[in-house]
């Protein structure tokens, strides 16, 4: 699951230009948020992490950060088609070279609420 969390925010770091220590980090401008929102965003779309379990991967944030980003991104990305591809480009680079990512809301794979018993 760690190698996961890795692969996620490597990813978000490089495509949008900011630093691990930017993400995990208390800024709050714009240019460090979003790309937060879309860390949280893949989690929760390809890890069996909850809000709470994906807040504390990214620097000790609440659940309900976590759930507000998520949705904060879902939104965008229903508004905004050339955002949405943004966010498709990084699900593609999170999955390749790696091994079968499980998309959480993906209707390819018929799953939706899917809970890892710990």
């Not at 699951?1 to 691990?20: E, K, P, S």
């Not at 709470?52 to 990214?58: A, D, F, L, V």
């Not at 050339?82 to 809301?105: I, N, T």
Request: glycine fraction near 12%.
């Amino acid at each position: 699951m760690i190698g996961q969390v890795r692969r996620v925010l490597n990813t978000i770091c490089a495509a949008r230009g900011v630093t691990r220590a930017d993400l995990l980090g208390p800024e709050r401008s714009r240019r460090v948020s979003w790309p937060r929102q879309e860390a949280y965003t893949l989690l929760r779309e390809t890890t069996l992490l909850s809000f709470s379990e994906i807040g504390r991967q990214i620097g000790g944030r609440d659940h309900t950060t976590v759930l507000k980003g998520v949705t904060a991104v879902s939104g965008r990305c229903a508004r905004d088609p050339g955002y949405a591809s943004g966010v498709d480009e990084l699900r593609r680079l999170v999955a390749v070279g790696s091994k079968p990512v499980f998309f959480r809301h993906g209707a390819e794979l018929g799953f939706s609420s899917m809970r890892a018993k710990a």
